[in-house]
């Protein structure tokens, strides 16, 4: 399926589902793609989302940042509750979005059987993991996808010794009807892909990076630099899967153009999170970004 003509700041709707006030941290990536996603996704929209920054920012009852329903739900449930409640909509007669909406420790640990379970069965929802590598909510705890040499509360003075999970390939590798990879630096590229994954029957995957100022040691007016940076690097490719076929998007298509990219070393000194991150494992992060794209180049060219 092509995808409609590219949202711009000029004809993206006016119309706000989002109220003015949240409980998000200051620089939040997260409020920034929420925003912009529930425009895409509009008002027939119900949302299921388990603990994590995303329940903070919505609000507890009676406070709610959202215009829009939603059903907070168990860690390790949410896949599994959204499917539920679109059985319920089928029920109904209604073709109400369900879209599940989970962070990376709710996605890649606690909620992975739930979701792969979801995936195996073709469940026609919307799955949304906004990844901030690591447990932001609770303390800055890792997460299965916290990246290698990168600091947390729960990691030695070296930083996290394993390599972080690469999410969407696990993903993938279930046959989703529609992956996509995203970030909250680039939010209305996040916008058209969330168009896409409506008009498509069965399971849509979105894998959002997303910067967190206090989780990553940045200052809260870096969090789209940053997230551009990670792009700009290699570091975290932008790409759709349909039927099998991965094809490289927006600003990293771009790329495929350019000899070299941004030195993955700019992004590691941007954050105090890698400040323990020696140069023997930048030089190894550098060489894995420079492989990857050496392959994209003899694919694409």
Same mark, same amino acid.
């Given at each position: 399926? $092509?995808m409609?003509? =590219?949202t711009?700041?000029?004809?993206?709707?006016?119309?706000?589902?989002v109220?003015?006030?949240?409980?998000?941290?200051?620089?939040?990536?997260?409020?920034?793609?929420?925003?912009?996603?529930?425009?895409?996704?509009?008002?027939?929209?119900?949302?299921?989302?388990?603990?994590s920054?995303?329940?903070? *920012?919505?609000g507890?009852?009676?406070?709610?940042?959202?215009?829009?329903?939603?059903?907070?739900?168990?860690?390790?449930?949410?896949a599994?509750?959204?499917?539920?409640? $679109?059985?319920? *909509?089928?029920?109904l007669?209604?073709?109400? /979005?369900?879209?599940?909406?989970?962070?990376?420790g709710g996605?890649?640990?606690?909620?992975? /059987?739930?979701?792969?379970?979801?995936?195996?069965?073709?469940?026609d929802?919307i799955?949304?993991?906004?990844?901030?590598e690591?447990?932001? @909510?609770?303390?800055?705890?890792?997460s299965?996808?916290?990246?290698?040499?990168?600091?947390?509360?729960?990691?030695?003075?070296?930083?996290?010794?394993?390599?972080?999970? @690469?999410?969407?390939?696990?993903?993938?590798?279930?046959?989703?009807?529609?992956?996509?990879?995203?970030?909250?630096?680039?939010?209305?590229?996040?916008?058209? =892909?969330?168009?896409?994954?409506?008009?498509?029957?069965?399971?849509?995957?979105?894998?959002?990076?997303?910067?967190?100022?206090?989780?990553?040691?940045?200052e809260?007016?870096?969090?789209?630099?940053?997230?551009?940076?990670?792009?700009?690097?290699?570091?975290f490719?932008?790409?759709?899967?349909?039927?099998?076929?991965?094809q490289?998007?927006?600003?990293?298509?771009?790329?495929?153009? =350019?000899?070299?990219?941004?030195?993955?070393?700019?992004?590691?000194? *941007? /954050?105090?999170?890698?400040?323990?991150?020696?140069?023997?494992?930048?030089?190894?992060l550098?060489? /894995?970004?420079?492989?990857?794209?050496?392959?994209?180049?003899?694919?694409? =060219?």
């Amino acid at each position: 399926m $092509k995808m409609a003509a =590219k949202t711009t700041v000029l004809n993206l709707t006016e119309e706000e589902f989002v109220h003015p006030g949240n409980r998000a941290c200051s620089g939040c990536g997260l409020s920034i793609l929420y925003r912009i996603g529930v425009k895409a996704l509009g008002r027939d929209c119900i949302f299921v989302v388990p603990p994590s920054c995303l329940t903070v *920012m919505q609000g507890l009852y009676p406070i709610a940042a959202t215009q829009m329903p939603v059903l907070n739900g168990t860690f390790a449930s949410t896949a599994a509750i959204a499917t539920g409640v $679109k059985a319920a *909509m089928r029920r109904l007669g209604r073709a109400t /979005q369900v879209v599940a909406w989970a962070g990376d420790g709710g996605t890649s640990d606690i909620g992975i /059987q739930a979701l792969s379970g979801a995936l195996e069965r073709g469940e026609d929802i919307i799955y949304i993991c906004y990844d901030n590598e690591a447990y932001m @909510n609770t303390g800055v705890q890792r997460s299965g996808t916290t990246p290698q040499g990168s600091l947390t509360t729960t990691t030695p003075f070296s930083g996290k010794s394993e390599v972080g999970k @690469n999410l969407p390939a696990i993903i993938a590798a279930h046959n989703p009807a529609y992956l996509a990879t995203c970030s909250a630096s680039y939010p209305l590229d996040f916008h058209d =892909k969330l168009l896409k994954a409506k008009q498509i029957k069965g399971l849509k995957y979105l894998h959002v990076q997303t910067p967190c100022p206090p989780g990553w040691g940045i200052e809260e007016h870096m969090t789209v630099a940053l997230g551009r940076a990670a792009v700009e690097t290699g570091l975290f490719d932008l790409y759709e899967i349909e039927d099998g076929c991965l094809q490289l998007t927006g600003p990293s298509q771009q790329l495929l153009g =350019k000899a070299c990219l941004r030195p993955v070393r700019e992004y590691l000194e *941007m /954050q105090v999170r890698f400040k323990a991150c020696s140069d023997e494992q930048a030089a190894a992060l550098q060489a /894995q970004v420079d492989q990857r794209w050496a392959g994209y180049r003899d694919k694409f =060219k």
